[in-house]
């Protein structure tokens, strides 16, 4: 089973920047989707980052832009660079290193860390 440790939150300012992490122990993910994930208080979780085995990646309008999601199979590792961060981007963030595109929604059948808080402030 892998296991999954998320890292690199924290309270910043509007504007600022931060870099998440993901180690993952158990199992290499070098064959598969990877994605972040983020879940407010009183909402769903939300995809916010993929990037294929291939390195191709996806991100919804609302993060395009200003998100980069990256890849370290040497190291089991995926990071998200997250840029000119907004109020709304306040969330637990996760990863899921089994994310596949279902043709009409994103499913992750990976198994879930802990998160890392994330709050950005106005």
């Known amino acids: 089973q892998v296991q999954l440790v998320e890292s690199g939150g924290g309270a910043v300012e509007a504007g600022g920047s931060l870099r998440l992490s993901c180690a993952a122990s158990?199992?290499?993910?070098?064959?598969?989707?990877i994605g972040w994930y983020r879940q407010a208080p009183g909402k769903q979780r939300e995809l916010v980052a993929h990037i294929s085995s291939g390195g191709y990646t996806y991100y919804p309008d609302s993060v395009k832009g200003r998100f980069t999601i990256s890849r370290d199979n040497a190291k089991n590792t995926v990071y998200l660079q997250m840029n000119s961060l907004k109020p709304e981007d306040t969330a637990v963030y996760y990863c899921n290193v089994n994310v596949i595109w279902g043709g009409t929604s994103w499913y992750a059948f990976g198994s879930w860390g802990q998160g890392t808080q994330v709050t950005v402030s106005s």
């Open positions: 158990g199992s290499t993910f070098s064959g598969n989707g």
